[in-house]
Structures are given as C-alpha cells and as structure tokens.
C-alpha cells in the first residue's frame, strides 16, 4: 500500500484527524531541525555535540519522543546558526 492510500483511511477516522492536528505544531519543529539538520551536513552525533547533549537526546527528539523546552530549542537553533522565533498566530 502506499502513502497516499494509508494517509486516506487513516484520515478517515476523526479521532486521528483531529490528534494529527493537535500535534501539527510539534511535527513542524521536529521537521525544520531535520531539514536544518542536513543542510549544515550535521549528523545527530555532532548537533548533538554543538548542544551538548547525548545523540540519543537528538535522535529521541526527531521521531517525536522527546518534548524540548524553549531553551534546548534555542540551543539547536544556536548550532545551526538559526534564530528561535516563537509565534502566536
């Protein structure tokens, strides 16, 4: 089965709609660190490093497992030579 197929029957619940909007926010920052992440041609070990932190911490973050504070953010966004905006639209 691919994507497109799955992602139309698991829309179809409401439940899961509405979770996957709830968390939209999150799965938006864990996808800009990614992104940023490769652009510099970091792996996990040495955003870890910059941070100061353990790889696992990174990797624990990018699939969803981990709920960062504003400061560890700040400091991804510091190694990656990015600025930490937060928004309220």
Do not use: C, D, H
């Not at 139309?8 to 799965?27: D, H, M, S, W």
């Not at 660190?33 to 624990?60: C, D, H, P, W, Y």
Request: avoid cysteine; hydrophobic fraction near 35%.
């Amino acid at each position: 089965m691919n994507w497109n197929k799955a992602k139309k029957i698991i829309l179809k619940n409401k439940e899961v709609r509405q979770e996957l909007k709830n968390n939209q926010t999150e799965y938006e920052i864990i996808e800009k660190i990614i992104v940023v992440r490769k652009e510099k041609n970091f792996t996990q070990k040495k955003l870890a490093e910059l941070v100061g932190t353990k790889q696992s911490n990174i990797s624990r973050l990018e699939s969803g497992n981990y709920n960062p504070s504003l400061g560890f953010l700040n400091k991804i966004a510091l190694a990656t030579g990015k600025k930490l905006k937060v928004n309220f639209a």
